[in-house]
């Protein structure tokens, strides 16, 4: 029997239904093209970066004349040369370092050469003097008025409306949110808990190393190819900066391998773009080694949280106050708007009803912060999911049954003000809690082993500007077969699959007739804000089904006139067009280029179908700078709930999770298990990610930037078993209710894990990373106690 | 630096290449060939997303010099299909990849689907530990690994159950370039 695929393969309706992958065949057959995979030809030159040693310095000069005379070299672009800034939110960052680098490995200039070894070589050659200044690692010493100033001009930059820099401090964003009263409420409480939790910079670690390749032509005509969750914001940004006219440029984007937020918005591509400018004529190819892959492009922020929470007897939450600090690297253009979001969801998904929640952003010597999966969300939910766990100890109530009383319920007033949008967690708590068998005894597998068990829930907003949008585009081939032309990329998440499903849906043809058009080129795609939020199902999905609606209904006009009916009897089902009044079936095919002929063939009507949509949410309101408060801080937010199964070895601090349960309220399952493998595959990263930290020496410099030294997890790491599960309560404007749920599925993991400890050893560990040796050293530490 | 010119086989085609003395196994593939499913992801040997078959045996491309493999056999995730059957647009593997969705952005794939096939011809019945500890060197950040370990197991089970079918024994039966690796591996 041959392993190739039957064509016949015919799915009609596909919304709802697991169909295969759209990207599947090109993935397993070694055929997919990321962007490491195009061909530049001869002509290709490679780029290396300079980058800095010093953790804060100033630049006082540059001399490049010992690489400019290595054979092969073309050219040296330096940040004395180039002084543009670019950014989202905060334009902070140069595109290389001028006067001042900001922290260990800051791009001060960049070589371009024949081969990738000369540039190499010759980045060496380039001289750099610096005067070294002080630093500053800690976010919440960064904050203090005395803590050395990382960005004297702060004044200067560029900012959006919303975000909320303090010029003359290190910090780049302070969130304030005040609701009720929450002096008058401790005094209520019956039990309060205060404590501070650390976490850690960590990084993406995709498998797929960034990789951009620019090139110049004498036309002014500029093309960026390059791994990107955000090809038009790269797009924009780049162009702003440089003084490109939009027009000019063109990033195209192929199959990313893997972002997790890393490759949203700028980070190395601008390198590129400068360097190619120096060599017009050249495809200029700047690829990322994996120690730059650590430390030079993203990572997601460190966070210190003072919080205290406290409730009644009864177990009903009163008050909370908190405190987070977002330790946000060296630049901020992303990441303030990140802790804006810990700051407008700062209570998690709880009714809390007096609130007081200070959320800043903070300028660190150390690696760029910005988006990760979960965008601020895992961060702040480690601290607040122990709390809760402890509160729930402290009066005496089982904490599953403590956060269904307490988690937000459709139509509560949020912190914000906001009215909850319609969700179910109390369902994601049942489904996880009988799933992972909650209150059983389980014996350990071996007397030196103690087993535990972990509830956490969780609550995430798409964090964005109020007004991203998306749009498509439809159009037909002579055999009916579909291509649909979108902006959103393909990250493994299944963009493109659920592309094809909702055109296929809302058009009426079979799943397999429909092509996605890639890769996303910002000349032929249309427009998409980013690939970022867990947005894209939701606003792309609408964007797609509006298109798709358009097409439909020319179609249904023009076969209407032809059969002299109304546009209302008829529909389109499987690729034909039927009147349920008269019966009569006309398929697709033809008729939706050449459109169909007159009696007698006098003249014909129709012509090429080709539909468009858009989609932008128009709700979303700004929230008082003093207070966070207004009518609508967000689109909507998905919710769900984890739970862990572990065991502990007492003899070497070895954790097994033996399983995790999840669910989430998805609104509707475009492709059930695509959700099932967001579920599972983001479980594994939550976990992972409660082992993982860069770490730095006293001079901010990296010393485990490779995958030796920071381990993510392996095939003999992941638990036994992932359950997947999920609740539907359809979103008001999603399509067919969906809303997104990709970054979710890893928000909660480490505290549940961290509950699932507790309850095996009732140590609590309030800093991550952990690790065998942090539990075995506590063991070790109350053992002695004893 | 020195060039050399070496003989290799590649996914069963014969080739004739000038290498300078520093390129590896996997420049060649990928910058000499075009044979880009073999993918780069930290060129220091601990992500596995380079691998490829040399004689039948897993390696990590990016630690290997081209020179290194004159007169060997070279498969990369291009040639898996061809290796069951010559018709084949997907190997059993492969297939299972999909039917099982072990794949999400795709770049640890190609390594994995190699590191996998090679598991699978030394040891037809692998346990799931088995499986797990033959993946171990092949890092995935998106799938949780636990869809690639049963599309593994199942692919097993469909060769094993192919085994009985001789009509569909091409593997076995079509005139296979000497060394590869269809006899067994190191056990």
Known sequence: MSARRSSSTHTSEPVGKSVRRVDMTDKVSG?????????????????????????????????????????????????????????????????????????????????????????????????????????VFDPVEAAQPNAPLIHPDMGEYE????????????????????????????????????????????????????????LWEQSGEVTLWTSSQSPFAQRDLIAKSLEIPHGNLRVVSPYVGGGFGGKAGVSMEACAVVLAQAVQGHPVKLRMTREEEFVGTTVRQSLVANTKIGCDAEGNLLAMETEYFFGGGAY?????????????????????????????????????????????????????????????????????????????????????????????????????????GWGEERPPSAPHKKRGTGIAIMWKAPAMPPNPGSSAIVRFNEDATVNVEIGAQELGQGAFTVAAQVAAQALGVPYEWVRVSAPVDTKYSPYEWQTVASRITWSMGNAVKAAAEDARHQI???????????????????????????????PLKDLVIYGLPNENFEGWKGGPVLGHGKFMPTYVTNLDPDTGQGRRAVVHYTVGAQAVDLEVDTETGQIEVLKIASAYDVGKAINPDLIMTQIEGGAVHGMSSAFEALQFDEQGRPINPNLVDYRIMTSVDVPREIHGDFVETPLEDGPWGARGVGEHVMVQTAPAIANAINDALSIRFNDLPLSAEKIFLALEKRRQAK | MSMHTITVTVNGS?????????????????????LTGTKNGCEAGECGACTVLVDGEPVNSCMMLAVEIDGH?????????????????????????????????????????????????????????????????NLCRCTGYLRIIQAVQAAADRTRGRSADTRSMSAKTAPKPAGVPFSGGAE
């Open chain 1, 332 to 436: 901020n253009d992303y990441g303030v708007n990140i802790a804006r979001a810990g700051g407008y969801s700062c209570t998690g998904p709880y009714d809390i009803p007096n609130v007081v929640g200070d959320s800043y952003c903070v300028y660190t010597n150390l690696p760029i912060g910005s988006a990760m999966r979960g965008f601020g969300m895992p961060e702040i939910h480690w601290g607040i999911e122990q709390i809760m766990d402890q509160l729930a100890e402290k009066i005496g109530m089982d904490a599953a049954e403590f956060r269904r009383c307490n988690c937000v319920k459709t139509g509560d007033t949020i912190l914000t003000g906001m009215e909850m949008p319609a969700i179910d967690m109390v369902a994601c708590i049942d489904k996880v809690t009988e799933a992972i």
């Open chain 2, 14 to 34: 014969r080739e004739y290449l000038t290498v300078p003395s520093n390129m590896t196994l996997l420049q060649m593939l990928r910058d000499k060939l075009a």
């Open chain 2, 73 to 137: 056999e070279v498969t990369t995730v291009e040639g898996l299909a061809r290796l069951y059957d010559d018709e084949a647009e997907l190997s059993p593997l492969q297939e299972a990849f999909a039917e099982h969705n072990a794949v999400q952005c795709g770049f640890c794939t190609p390594g994995m689907l190699i590191s996998a096939h090679a598991l699978l011809q030394r040891s037809a019945h692998p346990s799931e530990d088995e499986i797990r500890e033959a993946l171990v060197g």
């Open chain 1, 31 to 135: 055929a997919a093209t990321f962007t490491d995979d195009m061909q530049f030809g001869p002509g290709l030159y490679h780029a290396r970066l300079v980058r800095s040693p010093h953790a804060h310095a100033l630049i006082k000069q540059i001399d490049a004349s010992r690489a400019l005379d290595m054979p092969g070299v073309k050219a040296v672009v330096t940040g004395q040369e180039v002084r543009t800034r670019i950014g989202l939110y905060l334009i902070d960052r140069p595109i290389f370092a001028g006067e001042r680098a900001r922290y260990v490995g800051e791009p001060v200039a960049g070589v371009v050469a024949t081969t990738e070894e000369i540039a190499e070589e010759a980045a060496q050659l380039v001289e750099v003097t610096y005067e070294q200044l002080p630093a």
């Open chain 1, 556 to 586: 249904l006009e023009t076969v209407a006139d032809h059969w002299d009916e109304d546009v209302e009897d008829l529909d389109i089902k499987d690729g034909q067009v039927v009147s349920y009044k008269s019966e009569r079936e006309q």
């Open chain 1, 159 to 214: 900012v959006v409306n919303f975000i909320f820099p303090k010029p003359g401090t290190n910090v780049s964003e302070h969130f304030k949110l005040r609701k009720g009263d929450v002096e008058s409420a401790w005094p209520r409480c019956a039990a309060i808990v205060e404590d501070t939790f650390r976490l850690p910079q960590i990084q993406h670690v995709p498998i797929e190393p960034h990789v951009a390749i620019s």
